[in-house]
């Protein structure tokens, strides 16, 4: 006999997403700012450029893998 558990839901604000969304925009924005006007050569900042994203790339996947570690950590628990 097996039983479906739900794990218990989290509830967030609508101002706690709004801000994270406007603080995720604003560390991005201000990044690509002083890569464009950094004093160097295009090739440094197109490296700089390509590291800023691969490193917003993989700070997403890296939550997003925490979360479902969580996730399945308070479903084996319920």
């Known amino acids: 006999m097996s039983t479906s558990r ?8 609508s101002s706690w997403v709004m801000f994270t969304w406007i603080s ?13 006007y950094m004093p160097m050569e ?14 917003v790339q993989s700070s997403i996947s890296l939550s997003r893998t925490l979360r479902d570690q969580a ?8």
Request: charged letters at 10%; proline letters at 2%.
């Open 71 to 78: 996730e399945a950590e308070a479903a084996r628990n319920a």
């Open 24 to 36: 995720f925009a604003v560390a991005l924005l201000s990044m690509a700012i002083a890569v464009i």
């Open 42 to 55: 295009s090739w440094l900042r197109a490296y700089l450029g390509l590291s800023g994203l691969f490193l």
């Open 6 to 13: 739900t794990p218990a839901s989290v509830t967030v604000s």
